[in-house]
């Protein structure tokens, strides 16, 4: 009896570990379509941005504020590899 307690422990903590791999895996997986989802939209808004902000002060101050952001957080998702591809990147200007 005690023999069978400690195969069911081992399956079921083999099942739990199996489950929780199966959990993150997906959660990445929806972190990385809704990145690319709101990257296309920062996109879309960066290029409005430019075309009524073209020349003004505003637009540097701007990416002088929000760039070292993007860098910090891009650097960090490369070096935990979720980041696969750099496809959904604002453009640097």
């Known amino acids: 009896m005690q023999e069978n307690n400690m195969n069911e422990i081992k399956r079921f903590n083999k099942e739990r570990r199996q489950d929780l791999l199966e959990m993150l895996k997906g959660f990445v997986s929806?972190?990385?379509?809704?990145?690319?989802?709101?990257?296309?939209?920062?996109?879309?808004?960066?290029?409005?941005?430019?075309?009524?902000?073209?020349?003004?002060?505003?637009?540097?101050?701007?990416?002088?504020?929000?760039?070292?952001?993007m860098d910090r957080i891009l650097h960090e998702l490369q070096a935990y590899k979720v980041l696969k591809r750099k496809s959904w990147l604002l453009p640097r200007l």
């Open 30 to 69: 929806d972190q990385a379509t809704y990145s690319d989802h709101f990257a296309s939209i920062w996109t879309k808004t960066d290029r409005t941005t430019l075309s009524i902000t073209e020349g003004t002060h505003f637009y540097g101050l701007f990416w002088e504020l929000v760039s070292p952001a």
